[in-house]
């Protein structure tokens, strides 16, 4: 079974300054680990995903997250949050059955980030 | 290319009735997942429906059921509402894959907002 924990639910940041959103999954296999941002009453939209190889994943937008197996951490960054960047962030894992994916995740609680001016 | 795509956007119901949610896939994609986001929580796996079977269940009472269709899309219906099954509904496509390098990824629909009142 496969289980994330977002750390903080609610992250503020002013403007230009660095973004931080934590995740720490909980996985029986190898996980492949993604996060998707979602803005006020829209659908999900994905950021960044990490499946094999790299450990450090580029996303859209400037962000970026390090796969750290040690720490069981796939933490979201940002050098310099933008206005843009306020929305809800969530991690996510996904299952792997008997070496078939389906696509199913398993999501954190979300962290809302706010940025100010 | 459009994406994954939902309807109704809004929905409407009073307690006891029943509800049916549709969601036609990605282009490409055969595989459609239902997720329930409840306000302020991170979107639960509902079910998946691959070659038109269920093919995975999350916790969810069977009041909740669905169907596939020959062209991929998908209906989420359920029955006797009750008022905690006010939420946002997520229709998500995905592609099947086995064997290594196994990559895959799912995207989102705007979601249902479907209120019992």
């Known amino acids: 079974a496969q289980s994330v924990t977002q750390l903080g639910s609610h992250v503020s940041v002013s403007e230009g300054a660095l973004v931080l959103l934590r995740c720490n999954y909980s996985s029986s296999v190898p996980p492949y680990l993604f996060w998707y941002v979602q803005y006020p009453n829209q659908g999900l939209q994905l950021l960044l995903k990490y499946t094999t190889g790299a450990t450090l994943v580029k996303g859209i937008n400037g962000f970026e997250a390090e796969f750290k197996k040690s720490e069981t951490s796939f933490h979201l960054t940002k050098p310099s949050a933008h206005m843009s960047d306020a929305a809800e962030y969530f991690c996510?894992?996904?299952?792997?059955?008997?070496?078939?994916?389906?696509?199913?995740?398993?999501f954190g609680q979300g962290t809302i980030l706010t940025v100010h001016p | 290319d459009a994406g994954v795509t939902q309807s109704p956007t809004h929905l409407i119901k009073t307690r006891g009735q029943q509800v049916t949610l549709r969601c036609s896939p990605k282009?490409?994609?055969?595989?459609v997942s239902w997720y329930q986001q409840a306000l302020g929580q991170g979107p639960q796996f509902i079910f998946q429906?691959?070659?038109?079977?269920?093919?995975q269940r999350g916790n969810f009472p069977d009041r909740f059921s669905g169907h596939q269709f020959p062209n991929y899309s998908s209906e989420l219906n359920v029955n006797a509402l009750l008022l905690g099954d006010s939420a946002l509904y997520l229709c998500?496509?995905?592609?099947?894959?086995?064997?290594?390098?196994?990559?895959?990824?799912?995207?989102f629909g705007q979601g249902t907002r479907l209120t019992v009142v």
């Open positions: 429906y691959y070659e038109e079977e269920e093919r």
């Open positions: 996510a894992v996904s299952a792997i059955a008997g070496g078939t994916s389906y696509g199913k995740l398993t």
């Open positions: 282009s490409g994609h055969d595989t």
């Open positions: 998500a496509s995905s592609l099947v894959r086995t064997g290594i390098n196994i990559n895959t990824e799912a995207f």
